[in-house]
């Protein structure tokens, strides 16, 4: 997606003349009317000195909220050069989910120091959070969340939220727990005001519920989520304790992310990894070798083949001129069913169950490709090569080539899912390069056979 | 992602023998426990005679969710078969979003008989929506959001809201539109609850808008909102009314649409259609065909340029062997290299100020993945070829080959998207095409010099 400059960025000059003028009040006001994410952006255009300058204006709330939204280097940055006092005060202040992200960039001993600093009860809550996978629900969670019991009336539960609501990162739904904090119901805020005021929260409480498992991974999580259209979902740990909440801001990272780390596979392009434009370029290379040097070791499988069949070529070098054509043709083919397959499973436009349909329907498609383009390649022949049998073969293995690419394209994903291995590893090169093997061989077998070479 | 079968298939036996004792009252109660999108699955197993059968026990407000839920085709075929005071009835009470996004699946003849058995506002809401185009924020907006006038108390506002909650998609923003229509503020139901109640809206409402015009492309609109992380977004006309908003599981929609659509692309394999399980074969490979033509055209140029220099391949058959491999390295290096520009550019990770920058680190990054294989290539050619000067032929051209891929799957994506192209565009099998030739070329030239063929 299109990412533009901020709106924000206009008021660039004027806060620099505040700056000059050591103008404290209006470097508070100008930076209050924008939104969190915006001020971390205009934070890029100063420096380390100026930022600490305006953090020990801004109140805690508005500039723990710009925190969260800042680069994971400057927020580490900032948080070295202000002072203890504050830095203890804004780290109490963040969102448990962000201060978890934070602290896992740093190195442990940092981050206990950073826990020694904080109030008792919030370091005991970041300490929890870091025991879990960082791409399981539970290290996506906040655990602010709003909590009633079910006894109380409907009136009761709206003078408890006004009083709680300002800690709380999402009030619009309210979570009922029994006194064993397992999760027993959750009404929605539209719900409670439209209730009657006197009402129990126990009759109007929604209890079949729709819950995430603590250790569910990040990418099911999110599919959940974006599947009911719910602003947040519960998680429980496996006693069916309320842990915390995800909400729809963390899904959309994620689909992101997890849509990423699926496109990277599928350019066999290795790890994703967030800092692309800090990152130095061995670091980049190492991270790509590993696929590269897998693809070349299955090309000298193709050179082998050729050379098998050198006294093929010897006899007929203008065979040679239509290995390009068959083994680009094929990776093509293959590498297109494959990105339908493994986006359809991704997505469950594909399910498991739709394997053979699948299968049929990609014979079906390949052999109409691979028949389009033999009939293109057999022109081809007999324009350049003035050799109907050297048409012909072309033509034949161009036809079986393509219907197998396809089938298989389509076919590999399926399996490796099956099999447990994400789909998504079968990238346009891996196809690419299984094919040029195979259809080396099914062209010079043709070829011998139609030829009559040996 | 990963979608798993739901936990309502469950009760699929107890409705088939609800179903065949026809106990109305036993069928409302087993459903009204799911959520909608669960029936939506369940109702998967029914036939079309047992779907009209519950959705004409079901109250409406039910029907319509459920209704929102199901498959295109299958909201068609319900649609015909209910009867008419009913269909009214669901379609009046269908989020208006939905309801267009439904419309535009019919012909207009049908839209219109549609139409006119609904209620008066509800078909005008509709017309009007229909003229928006469906990729933008106008096509996707939902025009049932709260809206208050900034003269009340807080008192006041919750009263009404009370009123209105259940007409509405979205009540926790409230915006404050002027006498004209003009948005000129935004609260939150959290703040409204937090607040005195005798405060006016105006003292406390929020001035400085983040709005999305209603011409904005949703790919733009949905980078906007997973930005701020709001739950909702106002969309204003070019006169600054309010028109709609757009609520944050239209942005995980649009999100998963514009990935796939950047993946299709990316695998070279057409437009991406909603419905591949049921499109027939014909239409899916003509979908493919285009991008297959345009790079068999290319493919023949490679065997143009094997053709061309047929004497050195005369002269020295195992130069031949070596092509498959330094096309495929060429290849699977750009495609790498392409993949990390064009999701870069599509996150935002990398911007188009970052040109040079992104060049000079694949260039360093391409010549060491070059080095490294062309190594390897000179080792194989030492083994099975048993001669130095192939090999150091081999060697360079993988070297030069592998960067100039690396460096030009890098630019292609920014030359595009500088153009006001799609990058996505560059595909891995263009690049492959692409790189096949320019590797060949550089392959020959290099072998007629170091082994002096002519």
């Known amino acids: 997606m299109d990412r533009e400059i901020s709106r924000a960025f206009l008021i660039i000059p004027e806060i620099?003349?505040?700056?000059?003028?050591?103008?404290?009040?209006?470097?508070?006001?100008?930076?209050?009317?924008?939104?969190?994410?915006?001020?971390?952006?205009?934070?890029?255009?100063?420096?380390?000195?100026?930022?600490?300058?305006?953090?020990?204006?801004?109140?805690?709330?508005?500039?723990?909220?710009?925190?969260?939204?800042?680069?994971?280097?400057?927020?580490?940055?900032?948080?070295?050069?202000?002072?203890?006092?504050?830095?203890?005060?804004?780290?109490?202040?963040?969102?448990?989910?962000?201060?978890?992200?934070?602290?896992?960039?740093?190195?442990?001993?940092?981050?206990?120091?950073?826990?020694?600093?904080?109030?008792?009860?919030?370091?005991?809550?970041?300490?929890?959070?870091?025991?879990?996978d960082a791409s399981t629900a539970g290290g996506r969670m906040t655990t602010e969340f709003a909590s009633l019991k079910e006894d109380i009336t409907v009136q009761q539960a709206l003078e408890e939220l006004r009083k709680t609501a300002k800690e709380l990162e999402m009030i619009y739904y309210i979570y009922i727990e029994s006194r064993y904090n397992h999760l027993v119901g959750v009404i929605s805020l539209k719900e409670l005001i439209m209730a009657e005021p006197t009402t129990k929260l126990s009759e109007i409480m929604h209890t079949k519920l729709v819950t995430i498992p603590i250790d569910m991974d990040q990418e099911h999580m999110a599919a959940e989520i974006a599947k009911y259209d719910f602003l947040a979902l519960p998680v429980v740990d496996n006693r069916g304790r309320m842990k915390g909440i995800i909400t729809v801001d963390d899904v959309i990272d994620v689909i992101e992310e997890e849509d990423t780390e699926d496109m990277y596979k599928f350019g066999a392009a290795g790890e994703h990894v967030e800092d692309y434009m800090s990152m130095r370029p061995t670091l980049v290379a190492r991270n790509r070798i590993t696929w590269l040097l897998i693809l070349v070791v299955t090309s000298f499988l193709s050179g082998l083949i050729m050379q098998k069949f050198s006294f093929a070529l010897e006899s007929m070098i203008a065979l040679s001129f239509f290995i390009p054509l068959i083994m680009g043709s094929g990776g093509n083919a293959g590498t297109q069913a494959a990105m339908v397959t493994v986006r359809g499973l991704a997505t469950g436009e594909i399910r498991m169950?739709?394997?053979?349909?699948?299968?049929?329907?990609?014979?079906?498609?390949?052999?109409?490709?691979?028949?389009?383009?033999?009939?293109?390649?057999?022109?081809?022949?007999?324009?350049?090569?003035?050799?109907?049998?050297?048409?012909?073969?072309?033509?034949?293995?161009?036809?079986?080539?393509?219907?197998?690419?396809?089938?298989?394209?389509?076919?590999?994903?399926?399996?490796?899912?099956?099999?447990?291995?994400?789909p998504a590893v079968v990238s346009g090169p891996l196809i690419t390069t299984v094919l040029d093997i195979a259809s080396l061989l099914i062209y010079f077998r043709i070829a011998i056979f139609l030829l009559g070479l040996s």
Chains 1, 2 share one sequence.
């Not at 700056?19 to 420096?47: G, M």
């Not at 390949?366 to 383009?373: D, F, I, R, S, Y």
């Not at 048409?391 to 197998?404: D, L, N, P």
């Open 353 to 422: 169950g739709d394997i053979w349909r699948v299968v049929r329907k990609e014979f079906l498609i390949g052999a109409m490709l691979g028949g389009g383009l033999g009939v293109l390649a057999l022109v081809r022949a007999l324009i350049f090569q003035k050799s109907s049998l050297l048409g012909t073969t072309v033509a034949f293995s161009m036809i079986i080539t393509v219907t197998a690419a396809t089938c298989l394209g389509a076919i590999l994903p399926l399996i490796c899912k099956r099999l447990g291995i994400d």
């Open 16 to 132: 620099r003349e505040f700056l000059s003028q050591n103008d404290r009040e209006a470097l508070k006001e100008i930076f209050y009317a924008y939104e969190p994410v915006e001020v971390a952006e205009i934070l890029t255009e100063f420096s380390l000195k100026e930022r600490v300058l305006l953090f020990s204006l801004w109140n805690i709330d508005f500039a723990a909220d710009v925190f969260e939204k800042m680069e994971k280097d400057d927020q580490i940055a900032l948080m070295g050069a202000i002072d203890e006092a504050r830095r203890g005060k804004i780290l109490n202040e963040l969102a448990p989910d962000e201060r978890v992200d934070f602290f896992e960039e740093l190195p442990e001993e940092m981050v206990n120091r950073f826990l020694s600093i904080m109030e008792r009860e919030e370091a005991r809550d970041a300490r929890e959070l870091m025991t879990y």
